[in-house]
């Protein structure tokens, strides 16, 4: 899942969203189709780690605490920021390329470690 927002969580960074997408779209639709088999391992990335131990949270009551057994466990991305950065990244580049190239990274160390 690219993304950590509203549609994919619920997650609007201060609580669950005041919409009707309170309990995301995305990740809602993921983790019902890994509870009927059809997904195994998911991913979440986001701009960065920092806002996760939250997510994990907000799915767990709004989510695990409704659905009956749904598996809520997902890897995150970035996990590290420092890991996936060079030293100079953010000297030659914009903090809106430097979140694009470290998102693609994560999803490529994810995948790549799959498979």
Not at 57 to 81: E, R, S
Request: glycine share 12%; charged share 20%.
């Amino acid at each position: 899942m690219c993304g950590t927002g509203e549609y994919t969580t619920g997650w609007v960074g201060t609580g669950a969203s005041k919409s009707d997408k309170k309990i995301g779209v995305v990740g809602l639709t993921l983790f019902d189709l890994r509870r009927l088999g059809k997904v195994d391992k998911l991913g979440m990335v986001g701009v960065n780690g920092g806002k996760f131990p939250a997510i994990r949270q907000h799915l767990a009551d709004n989510i695990g605490g409704v659905y009956k057994d749904m598996d809520l466990t997902f890897v995150h991305f970035p996990l590290l920021v420092s890991s996936f950065a060079q030293p100079t990244l953010a000297s030659t580049h914009s903090p809106k390329k430097e979140r694009w190239i470290l998102k693609h990274v994560s999803i490529y160390h994810f995948f790549s470690s799959q498979f």
